[in-house]
């Protein structure tokens, strides 16, 4: 679970919905019609400028990938390709042949190495993969962002609606002040959806799939090495690179006796 993005998303929540109750009633702020409008609205126009099944990949990416952490540090990773490499420089490459991992971008890659295809096969099938993903988490942020552009024009677009009907009972000017807080509330809708769902969440697809192009780069300039005998500790120090200077240390495997 990535702490941070359900946190944020339920205190930015907590913090208007308490602002709303400080000197009124939730239902103040309740007005189904207005809500209709900015929901129903912006998945109209949402539908218009991505295909359905975009958007559903969207939601699911967001789901998986915002509010989960199952991404690998890259200092994990270079302990264990360390270890890869260890292994090959022993064994071979069919060394590899047993070993399990919880990254799947980096079990494809031993899977490949293991099964014999040319360096140059495998870096272009991880090429693709690193490409497709890329272009996954780049729909998905697009996604968020049509929306989080999308709902705050519908929900001034229901302010006017309202205002129009407001206009037309100023024949009653009890009726004004009422009718003029309902119709501002589908702005309120709009900027609710946008601010604090949608623009947060493009925000953070766009900085989970930086993070998965950095870890899916350092993986094939680690298979890379491997496949080519490269010396485990020089590989390391070449994937050093990939980490801050402060954790860069303990990541050589130790040397062989």
């Known amino acids: 679970m990535d702490i941070l993005t359900l946190v944020g998303l339920v205190a930015g929540v ?30 109209a126009v949402t539908l218009i400028k991505f295909r359905m099944a975009s958007v559903m990949s969207a939601f699911r990416l967001a789901m998986s990938a915002a509010f989960t952490d199952r991404m690998a540090r890259p200092t994990e990773l270079i302990r264990e390709v360390g270890s890869l490499a260890m292994v090959v420089r022993k064994e071979g490459i069919l060394g590899l042949e047993n070993h399990q991992t919880d990254n799947a971008f980096l079990q494809k890659a031993i899977n490949l190495c293991v099964d014999g295809h040319p360096p140059e096969l495998v870096e272009e099938a991880l090429a693709q993969e690193t490409q497709q993903t890329a272009e996954r988490y780049e729909v998905a942020e697009r996604v968020f962002r049509g929306i989080g552009e999308s709902a705050p024009a519908i929900g001034m677009l229901g302010t006017l609606v309202g205002l129009v009907q407001m206009l037309n009972t100023l024949d009653d000017p009890s009726s004004i002040g009422p009718a003029m807080a309902i119709a501002l509330l589908t702005t309120l809708y709009g900027a609710f959806i946008a601010q604090l769902i949608a623009l947060p969440l493009a925000d953070k697809l766009q900085l989970k799939a930086e993070d998965e192009s ?12 491997i496949m080519r005998g490269e010396n485990p500790r020089v590989m390391t120090e070449l994937l050093s690179s990939f980490v801050h200077p402060e954790q860069r240390t303990g990541l050589a495997p130790e040397r062989e006796a």
Request: aromatic residues 8%; charged residues 5%.
């Open 14 to 43: 907590l913090i208007v919905i308490l602002a709303m109750l400080a000197n009124a009633s939730f239902l103040t702020f309740l007005n189904l019609p207005g809500l209709a409008i900015v929901l129903g609205g912006t998945f």
């Open 214 to 225: 950095r870890n899916q780069m350092l993986i094939i300039t680690s298979i890379k090495n």
